[in-house]
């Protein structure tokens, strides 16, 4: 777990450097802190998702995912999880647009830091077998992604570390059986679908488009679920 600890420590710095930041620069400024933050992730995620050698499984996933997301309101329970936390640890606001950048901020930050192949990669190996240095890179990455984006969005993104910790951290304990199950096949395709995922966040943030990214989350589960299940169906698709 010691490398989990890292990442949430890396997260939080990056975040204090940012917030710095954020009182003091012009909405000019901030515009364009906003758009660097969209562009590095369309980048982020379009390096990610040409890792998949599935793309069918992709589309049918992301579909799938998006469906049930929704109707769960995935994005829904998460912001209201933001509100919550920004009603309990951050300082009392009569600005409403304060509040949605506070919960924003959260949701981007936690959905950028945890759908990866790298997170579920690292925290594998921490796990199963205590190497801990793509965890380590992963949080030197965070950390600068955490100066931008909280730079942008505020303190809501520093509370991100709570998802990190939950799900990164619940990952490297359980290790030792989801590891072998998932293989390297899975991971591809986890990456797939999640650089898709950190487009959606970049293209939020460039005010391009209003996408609901959590809901998509499920699409996770489904691309796995494909992945395992290709012995049973190889041969009737065209993969």
């Known amino acids: 777990m010691i490398a989990v600890l890292v990442n949430g420590f890396t997260v939080i710095a990056g975040s204090l450097i940012g917030l710095l930041l954020y009182k003091k620069i012009r909405d000019d400024i901030k515009r364009v802190v906003y758009i660097s933050s969209g562009m590095v992730s369309v980048v982020i995620g379009m390096q990610m998702a040409f890792e998949t050698k599935r793309i069918l499984y992709v589309v049918i996933s992301l579909f799938l995912g998006g469906v049930v997301g929704t109707l769960l309101d995935i994005e829904g329970w998460i912001l209201s999880f933001g509100h919550f936390l920004e009603k309990h640890f951050s300082k009392k ?23 990866g192949a790298m997170t579920i990669l690292g925290a594998f190996k921490a796990g199963a077998e205590h190497n801990y240095d793509l965890l380590l890179m ?48 899975g991971l591809a395709e986890i990456s ?13 943030l460039l005010k ?12 996770l ?5 494909f992945t395992l299940a290709e012995p049973l169906f190889r041969g009737y698709l065209p993969l």
């Open 138 to 185: 992963k949080s030197v990455m965070d950390g600068f992604m955490a100066i931008m984006f909280s730079a942008a969005m505020g303190i809501g993104v520093m509370f991100s570390v709570i998802t990190i910790l939950v799900y990164e951290g619940g990952l490297t304990l359980a290790a030792a059986w989801i590891g072998p199950a998932i293989g390297t096949a």
């Open 221 to 225: 589960i489904f691309v796995v679920l």
């Open 192 to 204: 797939g679908l999640g650089g898709i995922l950190v487009i959606m966040i970049g293209l939020n």
């Open 208 to 219: 391009l488009k209003d996408i609901k990214t959590a809901n998509f989350l499920p699409g």
């Open 93 to 115: 606001s009569s600005d409403i647009e304060e509040e949605k950048t506070f919960a924003k901020g959260f949701l981007n930050a936690s959905v950028l830091f945890c759908v």
